[in-house]
């Protein structure tokens, strides 16, 4: 009897645009990991993330097999953090049973019959046996949330890497490394001379194949992820993680790249996100506080409306494939959609519809052809290729801003 696991989405979905617009859910990267990435580990799989995909994703991202009728599957809402007491519950459910917080689904335990249904007819817990989680959980409920847990999510998930190594016994002798906390660099990692490593507040990772250059300074937590670069004489502040294949110069403090996004040059970034395939002009400044100290106003993705956040820190959530020229610079609460381009000698707009270029005070359509031209040609410069399904991914996004 096989054993696999799989993810729903839920009615929250919106509230994670643009960032979910071009990937599920449990594609997010939160800590180090993406939400996928975490519950496989905790639970003890293997296997990939996979899930039940919108439409256009399906060609890009993997769906769940067709189970065998003794086999069974275990779904997760992963907007909801593990840890080993909820994922002790989980293990323990019964089959055709769902674990619930209140009104959260937060995951079922499924026998092949009725996650053959899921897969047919969608998501239905009628006839399933309930059960209630009695513990406070974690949940990602807003899209601000991933920076905010981001430091925390850090120190968790370096409690799941089974492969992270100790810098203790490195050749680091024209570096300095304040290891109050834990600092983790893979063996081939490069920490180049006068870098700072201060881990005074909780702790570092670099991952492997990536480089700290010469007089950049990280505090800790944070993470630097394969085969990323931070430039010469950066400040990467606590609480923020460097995702996979970017490269980050400049003053950051409190921000997720995903992953292939570059900040190269000076300019400031804080209590941000972005996603995939961005990339920040030099001297980009993103203002994350208010000069009056009060709550930032956030827009609504759906309606374009302006909704009270509630919080005083927040920067600029920012879509895949986005970019910004010299010297752009980028409100309190911005919120960026997918494949936009900010050129302009102000402040743009803080709601911005995906698929715009923006110039001074102008705001045109991006031509979908001109906009797949430079597209290709950034992922060409990472060897990475523009597939036809992640094109039509791209043009049904586009279609929908017209």
């Known amino acids: 009897m096989a054993q696999i696991i799989s993810f729903i989405e839920d009615n929250s979905l919106k509230n994670l645009f643009p960032l979910t617009l071009t990937r599920p859910i ?231 790249f995903h992953s292939y996004s570059n900040k190269s040059h000076d300019g400031y970034a804080g209590n941000s996100v972005f996603g995939q395939w961005c990339n920040l002009g030099a001297d980009t400044n993103t203002s994350n506080l208010k000069n009056n100290y009060s709550n930032v106003r956030f827009r609504d993705w759906e309606s374009g409306e302006e909704i009270e956040s509630g919080q005083q820190f927040l920067g600029t959530i920012m879509g895949d494939h986005s970019k910004t020229g010299i010297n752009a610079m980028l409100n309190t609460g911005t919120l960026c959609g997918v494949c936009c381009n900010l050129f302009s000698d102000g402040y743009p707009p803080k709601y911005v519809p995906s698929f715009s270029w923006i110039s001074g005070n102008d705001i045109a359509s991006y031509h979908f052809e001109k906009a797949i031209e430079a597209m290709e040609k950034m992922m060409e410069r990472r060897d990475v290729e523009l597939t036809p399904a992640y094109k039509d991914l791209m043009h049904s996004i586009f279609k929908s801003t017209l």
């Open 26 to 256: 449990y594609d997010l990267r939160v800590g180090i990991l993406t939400l996928g990435e975490k519950w496989i580990k905790t639970l003890g799989f293997t296997d990939q993330p996979m899930g039940l995909q919108r439409k256009y994703l399906k060609k890009l991202f993997p769906e769940p097999p067709v189970l065998e009728s003794d086999d069974s599957c275990i779904w997760i809402n992963p907007r909801v953090f593990p840890d080993k007491a909820l994922a002790n519950q989980i293990q323990k459910l019964p089959p055709n049973s769902v674990l619930m917080d209140k009104t959260t689904l937060i995951a079922a335990h499924l026998a092949a019959d009725v996650h053959n249904g899921w897969l047919t007819n969608g998501i239905d817990t009628s006839d399933l046996k309930e059960l209630t989680h009695s513990e406070s959980i974690k949940v990602l409920d807003n899209i601000w949330q991933i920076f905010q847990f981001n430091g925390d999510e850090i120190k968790n998930d370096l409690e799941l890497i089974n492969d992270k190594k100790l810098a203790l016994n490195g050749d680091y002798k024209h570096a300095v490394l304040v290891d109050d906390y834990p600092i983790y660099i893979d063996e081939e990692a490069i920490i180049e001379p006068g870098a700072i490593l201060y881990a005074e507040k909780g702790p570092i990772y670099v991952g492997k194949g990536a480089r700290i250059m010469a007089n950049a300074v990280v505090r800790g937590p944070s993470a630097v992820c394969e085969s990323s670069v931070v430039k010469m004489g950066a400040k990467i502040y606590q609480d923020t993680t460097i995702g996979p294949v970017c490269k980050v110069g400049g003053e950051v403090s409190n921000v997720v």
